[in-house]
């Protein structure tokens, strides 16, 4: 094929589609109006006029990685509340400290988490926070992609934010479409317990009514927190289930605690999966029956969770974890192959948030989110198995270069659209104020 | 304090020195004759003459880390063996593959592994292995510290390399304080089922009467694999223990499927325990009970074990996998916290290799093993709390320099030692010739 002109090419690399085609050895991308043109064999393409042309020699080309669950603003709170039970985590340290935070400490932190994100190859992610509109102008302009929420927060006795239904319908219009159609949105309910009824109710009207997607905290805790009032014995699937609230636009993040019915339930209503092993073991919660969810046809995405409970934003070691657990829970080192985890963290990311048709895989006519990983580094040599090496053996500091929409977000690991500098230093300064105040 | 003289100055760094001193905020570090000579608060010291001068500015000098098992040669394995049962990997895999090494792929490979561990802040590794004597040779190339082993199996229909016992020990007297003192050996029995009984007895008696150290593999597998007889009904700690060879010079790797008079015994003869995380969750073989262990007095490192069951040599990872894996198997999260980990992965370690006089943490007289990490990424920013940024937050990738016996092996990420593009092309092709012929 000929292709006459383009934005950017990437050539002479392997690329990884992620659909049902194999692997390219030697490829090229063409990327034009923020989307991919061609990808193809070197041996039939010719580019008559690139804008940008990257060498792809001994890198690979593949679809950047989503970030199905995160609260970016706290990469502020990274390492304060470090080995705790989870009701000190939550009731001590973190909901004191989010009731300090104000708009521009959700702005630098957000800031800090798109830079961490960019330099570890996360190209879209998932999130759900206060002052939700201030993480919307950090995606802006670091230039990443974002399905953001605004939360919903109701029956504990703390308040902080534009956390109403209300201010969470507005969030969720207003910034629909946002940063050149980047920013896609949701509703934020907490959980099933930490709202009332009535407001799930309004939440899955206005969701069914507008098209709005609802992003949620599902399963979590294996006990009920003292904080919240038990409202019945009913599982919390089961609890959404007999509201009607469960559908296919709901993603849960964690899913830990489920019953065989509550997987039946979750797969007969669509509902998208967000799994977050990292924080899921260091916050010591349990183990997601993942093998369980995708057998019964569920889709299930990766998440890092906020740094408070992880500490980090890197997905290729949440790639890795994801594995490595569900593997130890089934006693089967079968069990989540390394392409199945690295499609849950592309495509399958990507449907869980809608998004299957912009992005996920390298294809024509999607839109260029695309990462390049540097192979020619000694943790990922030999090369007997890219899908193999890419999960088990890289990390995100081996990805060379980011491009969303079509643009280059990160060049030879140089992030184009923060001054690194600079975002560490505001960051590092608010994140002392905020613990020391 | 004035030291008039130095080989080396790391100034106006954090340090972190890993004995029972607290941090040092900003602070320097002088070393002599591979030797430290000072380590303490900046405005103590002044330095008059330093040959080399390692600037520390927003970075943390730590002891370098101590992997505690490991078969280095197994880098060239990497990818060749995925998601596979245990018999599968083994058997079908790894013991053919292992049939076919040479000499010189052990050699490549052990350079591969040398090279990654350096890029990734490790400064000391135990090894089991074949044909042991290049793998000391690429130590000695690399500038590295490590202690090994050669391997001795006997029961199993398979052969490959040195294995014999008198082999073992040959290589165990002629290599111990080889390249400058920086290698020790030990006498690597495979398990306590795939050697004799008489050579058990063997190797016990050598080692109690020469004074070499033990490297064994200790109740990894769930299951008595079907190509090995079962002796009796006995644990393998019971076995060991019947036999009289159990004491304080042997280094057990492993550890997973213990009752609690196994670890009673454990404690008892002073056994030290090398703690696989990943591996043990890659091969799906359960978790060690490494809060009952430490609890019991037991000296617990941490390992990756080899490439081919991880697949990485990246320490930082091990740490933050160790404590996740500790959490959850617990259901607590105030488990092996950050600090612990972080002493398991380095004094702990050394005492795990009986090396806790030469290395493990940074005291003046003990030989200068450091590593500088950069503390200026957006992943360790804010620095609310160092042990969990440094466990939590930190990858291999953020090592700046590295430091054995006072020489510099790596500084701001350039590896000095060894030329990292010819070992990573060597490597390659060696490897993809051992998978292809």
Same mark, same amino acid.
């Given at each position: 094929?000929?292709?006459?002109?383009?934005?950017?090419?990437?050539?002479?690399?392997?690329?990884?589609?992620?659909?049902?085609?194999?692997?390219?050895?030697?490829?090229?991308?063409?990327?034009?109006?923020?989307?991919?043109?061609?990808?193809?064999?070197?041996?039939?393409?010719?580019?008559?006029?690139?804008?940008?042309?990257?060498?792809?020699?001994?890198?690979?080309?593949?679809?950047?990685?989503?970030?199905?669950?995160?609260?970016?603003?706290?990469?502020?709170?990274?390492?304060?509340?470090?080995?705790?039970?989870?009701?000190?985590?939550?009731?001590?340290?973190?909901?004191?400290?989010?009731?300090?935070?104000?708009?521009?400490?959700?702005?630098?932190?957000?800031?800090?988490?798109?830079?961490?994100?960019?330099?570890?190859?996360?190209?879209?992610?998932?999130?759900?926070?206060?002052?939700?509109?201030?993480?919307?102008?950090?995606?802006?302009?670091?230039?990443?992609?974002?399905?953001?929420?605004?939360?919903?927060?109701?029956?504990?006795?703390?308040?902080?934010?534009?956390?109403?239904?209300?201010?969470?319908?507005?969030?969720?219009?207003?910034?629909?479409?946002?940063?050149?159609?980047?920013?896609?949105?949701?509703?934020?309910?907490?959980?099933?317990?930490?709202?009332?009824?009535?407001?799930?109710?309004?939440?899955?009207?206005?969701?069914?009514?507008?098209?709005?997607?609802?992003?949620?905290?599902?399963?979590?805790?294996?006990?009920?927190?003292?904080?919240?009032?038990?409202?019945?014995?009913?599982?919390?699937?089961?609890?959404?289930?007999?509201?009607?609230?469960?559908?296919?636009?709901?993603? #849960? =993040?964690?899913?830990?605690? /489920?019953?065989?019915? !509550?997987? *039946? $339930? &979750?797969?007969? %209503?669509? @509902?998208?999966? +967000?799994?977050?092993?990292?924080?899921?073991?260091?916050?010591?919660?349990?183990?997601?029956?993942?093998?369980?969810?995708?057998?019964?046809?569920?889709?299930?995405?990766?998440?890092?969770?906020?740094?408070?409970?992880?500490?980090?934003?890197?997905?290729?070691?949440?790639?890795?974890? #994801? =594995?490595?657990?569900?593997? /130890?829970?089934?006693? !089967?080192? *079968? $069990? &989540?192959?390394? %392409?199945? @985890?690295?499609? +849950?963290?592309?495509?399958?990311?990507?449907?869980?948030?809608?998004?299957?048709?912009?992005?996920?895989?390298?294809?024509?006519?999607?839109?260029?989110?695309?990462?390049?990983?540097?192979?020619?580094?000694?943790?990922?040599?030999?090369?007997?198995?890219?899908?193999?090496?890419?999960?088990?053996?890289?990390?995100?500091?081996?990805?060379?270069?980011?491009?969303?929409?079509?643009?280059?977000?990160?060049?030879?690991?140089?992030?184009?659209?923060?001054?690194?500098?600079?975002?560490?230093?505001?960051?590092?300064?608010?994140?002392?104020?905020?613990?020391?105040?």
């Amino acid at each position: 094929m000929i292709f006459e002109e383009a934005d950017l090419v990437i050539k002479d690399c392997k690329i990884l589609p992620m659909n049902n085609a194999g692997i390219i050895p030697k490829g090229v991308i063409a990327v034009k109006g923020g989307k991919i043109s061609y990808v193809g064999d070197s041996g039939n393409a010719q580019c008559i006029r690139a804008e940008k042309v990257l060498e792809g020699h001994r890198k690979v080309a593949m679809p950047g990685l989503v970030n199905c669950h995160t609260h970016l603003a706290m990469t502020l709170f990274r390492g304060l509340a470090e080995d705790m039970t989870m009701d000190q985590w939550l009731e001590e340290t973190i909901w004191p400290l989010e009731a300090k935070l104000r708009p521009e400490d959700v702005y630098i932190g957000s800031l800090l988490g798109c830079l961490e994100m960019i330099k570890n190859g996360v190209t879209c992610f998932a999130d759900m926070y206060f002052f939700e509109s201030k993480v919307a102008e950090a995606v802006k302009k670091a230039g990443i992609r974002a399905s953001l929420a605004s939360g919903i927060i109701e029956t504990v006795d703390w308040q902080t934010g534009d956390k109403s239904f209300d201010d969470a319908v507005y969030f969720a219009q207003k910034y629909e479409g946002w940063a050149e159609g980047r920013i896609t949105t949701r509703l934020g309910p907490h959980t099933a317990y930490t709202c009332t009824e009535e407001t799930l109710g309004k939440i899955r009207e206005k969701a069914s009514q507008a098209g709005i997607g609802i992003h949620i905290h599902l399963s979590e805790l294996g006990t009920t927190p003292p904080y919240i009032a038990r409202k019945s014995n009913l599982s919390e699937v089961e609890l959404l289930e007999n509201q009607g609230f469960l559908d296919d636009d709901v993603l #849960a =993040a964690h899913c830990i605690h /489920l019953t065989t019915k !509550d997987i *039946t $339930i &979750l797969a007969k %209503r669509g @509902v998208k999966v +967000a799994y977050n092993p990292v924080s899921n073991m260091k916050l010591a919660q349990g183990v997601s029956r993942v093998k369980e969810l995708i057998d019964a046809g569920i889709t299930v995405g990766l998440g890092t969770d906020g740094a408070a409970s992880n500490n980090s934003l890197d997905m290729f070691e949440t790639m890795k974890i #994801a =594995a490595l657990l569900q593997k /130890l829970h089934y006693r !089967d080192p *079968t $069990i &989540l192959r390394a %392409r199945e @985890v690295l499609r +849950a963290a592309t495509i399958k990311g990507a449907e869980a948030l809608g998004l299957h048709n912009k992005i996920g895989t390298l294809e024509v006519g999607k839109r260029a989110d695309i990462i390049l990983v540097d192979l020619n580094r000694p943790n990922l040599v030999p090369l007997h198995d890219i899908y193999a090496n890419l999960v088990y053996s890289a990390r995100g500091c081996d990805v060379d270069s980011v491009i969303v929409d079509g643009k280059i977000l990160m060049e030879n690991r140089e992030v184009k659209t923060l001054n690194e500098e600079e975002v560490i230093k505001k960051a590092e300064n608010q994140a002392l104020g905020l613990a020391g105040s």
